[in-house]
């Protein structure tokens, strides 16, 4: 990137966040510091500097209890991270002294259910990096160092997890001389050297874009092993570090093989192997015999099963061990290979045990407390688990918006927030028909039902087994919900307010992905995007179809939301905004984006008289997200604009439009180090 436009970007920054705090200016005091102090926790990456401002909050707002317990909870939050056992005591306070605190009480009541009734359950997850600049690498057999690439410049580099030390191995001299950048990487296990991925963007390829090349730790001896057109990824050393396994795919292909390097010569062999989706985690045993590894069952399914393979290539092809298996890595001692399989969110560790290289057993779930969904990065010798994960922290907000100029008011309500499948793609909060209450996703996969009247909550628990969106029926008296039921039917179900009931209105049809419904309608027909780029209009019970936007509209489609009056359709893209006018037939296009500044849109509604689109957009300014509201005018004319307070995703108006629902979001990549957690090892 040219440095000019390095800091034209960063003026723009600037100028918005002093809009943002200009407009912040005008908060609650509590709030500013509270914002403050998240600010330090999120953004600095500095948990205990965050600690001892909400001990601070805590202190000074003590007799109000909303503001008191919120400071408290998010100290307790920092102290975890830190492994602090103090973490206990924050969360016992708030139970203790701050009992009508809502929300912020409940919080501390599971977070000291899972800490267990001993202090912090075992075993135990101990933060190594927290804002950790990348998750591609791994772990010397030591446990010391990590390697990683180093996005400001391209280059490859390790960390020293005792020192917390970041260094470079290679120097480029930056993307615009390198032309290139290091990617997937993976350290020996001696700690000396480092194989990693190298991406050429220099036009003279013709001996391929991608190469395998090696470096010693100490930045020397750099050099070349194998050159391919298509791409690779170094994913594990054998334990005698002379032979690197490789998962390649060529061209414009699907395959994947399965390759040993020679770190002496660069020779390669391809294993024998009849699965083709991509590889992950390809591990070698302890004694180096066997190949173990994960593979997707179909691409994107999200599916994956474990395999093992003979090493040496002498066997035939994989041989399967276990399914919903994510491969981990392998006990020290070489009897049993660990794996992952996710469940709400959270991944559960289950060792298979295996004897060359077959399963001697059934797989065991090691009870531990469940683990982020995140990324192995290697079992060491002694046992601890390295792995990486996303700090995704999400929080409810509604608050008072002038529709016209897109400019958010008072904030009324704020509080944890969960994800729940794709609940949160198109608005976060949704308001109810009459706008009286609204719905959001809240942690243990279920939904949560305010009432904006009364402040009342109930939190209903639908009989799904998976959940990936949800919408109010059209009178408000029950939700329609994409998911899986507990009999494994995937559809559209209506489930009851009162007893969460969940009855299936319709069945996935075997050509559709819900990824492409684009609006679950009023549950006698939904809206989904075609193959083709069509809206199609289904009727749920005869299955009846008609396009009711034609694949000849060019308009980025991953939403619709009908107008107050029903007469005229919103369509939202990433970067696209257009109304499509019922009668007629014609698109009017408010807004397509251009080029990487362009923002992008995760939200959208219509203002109470139909007059205005407002839309939430996410912007990247200097390596930092901003959002920002931009209320379009329907008729025409330039959006006015309000930079929000602080990242926000997804946007839902109250009917009125007086009210605006959204939900904060904050993430930044963590190391852990899991110990103690293998079965007679504690």
């Excluded at 298509?230 to 594990?236: D, H, T, V, W």
């Excluded at 489609?557 to 990433?574: M, P, Q, V, W, Y």
């Amino acid at each position: 990137m040219p440095m000019n436009r390095k800091k034209w970007i960063t003026v723009l920054g600037t100028a918005v966040l002093v809009v943002a705090l200009a407009e912040a200016q005008k908060a609650d005091p509590a709030e500013l510091m509270i914002e403050a102090a998240a600010r330090k926790e999120r953004v600095d990456g500095d948990l205990k500097g965050a600690i001892e401002q909400y001990r601070k909050i805590a202190a000074q707002f003590a007799r109000q209890p909303d503001v008191a317990a919120q400071a408290l909870l998010k100290m307790g939050q920092c102290q975890e991270k830190l492994g602090q056992a103090d973490a206990r005591k924050s969360y016992e306070r708030i139970v203790r002294d701050y009992a009508g605190a809502g929300q912020y009480t409940a919080a501390a009541k599971a977070r000291l259910a899972a800490l267990g009734s001993g202090g912090a359950a075992e075993p135990a997850a101990r933060l190594v990096w927290d804002n950790a600049v990348d998750l591609w690498g791994t772990v010397s057999a030591d446990g010391r160092y990590l390697s990683f690439v180093d996005w400001s410049t391209g280059d490859l580099a390790i960390r020293d997890l005792q020192t917390g030390e970041n260094r470079r191995l290679t120097d480029k001299g930056g993307y615009d001389k390198a032309l290139g950048e290091a990617e997937a990487n993976t350290i020996s296990p001696d700690g000396k050297r480092v194989a990693f991925g190298w991406d050429r963007w220099d036009p003279a390829k013709t001996e391929g874009s991608y190469e395998l090349r090696v470096i010693g730790t100490d930045g020397k001896g750099e050099k070349v092993l194998h050159r391919t057109k298509g791409y690779l990824e170094p994913q594990g050393w054998s334990p005698d570090g002379k032979w690197i396994a490789v998962a390649v795919q060529a061209p414009l292909q699907k395959e994947t093989e399965v390759m040993l390097i020679s770190t002496e010569d660069g020779k390669a062999k391809v294993l024998p192997e009849s699965r083709k989706q991509w590889k992950q985690r390809i591990t070698f045993s302890p004694d180096g015999q066997w190949l173990a590894y994960s593979s997707e069952t179909t691409q994107g399914s999200g599916k994956y099963i474990l395999y093992t393979l003979r090493a040496d290539g002498s066997g035939a092809a994989e041989a399967e061990a276990a399914v919903d298996a994510r491969m981990v890595g392998w006990t020290p001692d070489g009897s049993g290979i660990l794996f992952a399989r996710q469940r709400e969110g959270a991944d559960s560790v289950y060792v298979l045990p295996v004897s060359q290289g077959k399963p001697t057993g059934e797989a065991r779930l090691i009870r531990t407390a469940p683990l982020p969904a995140g990324k192995s990065m290697g079992v060491t010798p002694r046992g601890t688990l390295i792995y990486g994960s996303q700090n995704v922290q999400m929080e409810a907000w509604v608050s008072e918006i002038d529709a016209r100029t897109g400019r958010l008011g008072r904030r009324l309500l704020q509080f944890p927030a969960q994800r729940i499948g794709n609940l949160m793609f198109s608005s976060g909060l949704k308001f109810s028909p009459d706008g009286k209450e609204f719905l959001c996703g809240v942690p243990h996969q279920g939904i949560l039902i305010h009432s904006m009247a009364t402040g009342a909550e109930r939190t209903i628990m639908p009989q799904l087994a998976q959940m990936s969106r949800a919408e109010w029926s059209p009178d408000g008296g029950s939700l329609l919900i994409l998911g899986v039921g507990n009999d494994g039917k995937e559809g559209q179900y209506r489930v009851d307010l009162r007893t969460g009931v969940a009855t299936l209105l319709a069945a996935s049809l075997p050509a559709l992905s819900w990824w492409e419904v684009v609006s679950l309608g009023d549950g006698k027909t939904f809206y989904y995007k075609n193959k083709e780029g069509a809206i199609v209009a289904r009727e749920v019970i005869s299955g009846s179809e008609r396009i009711l936007i034609g694949q000849s509209e060019k308009a980025p489609r991953n939403e619709i939301r009908f107008s107050h009056d029903g007469k005229r359709l919103a369509l939202r893209g990433s970067n696209y905004l257009g109304v499509f006018d019922l009668a007629t037939g014609q698109l009017k296009d408010l807004y397509r984006g251009k080029g990487e500044t362009a923002g992008a849109f995760s939200g959208s509604d219509w203002s109470a008289d139909d007059r205005y689109l407002v839309t939430l957009v996410r912007l990247d300014f200097a390596g930092r997200a901003r959002s920002e509201i931009r209320s379009f005018p329907v008729d025409g004319g330039e959006p006015a604009r309000f930079a929000t307070p602080v990242e926000l995703r997804g946007l839902s108006l109250s009917p009125d439009g007086k009210h605006a629902g959204s939900v904060s979001y904050a993430s930044h990549a963590q190391v852990w180090a899991l110990e103690n957690f293998l079965p007679g090892k504690k």
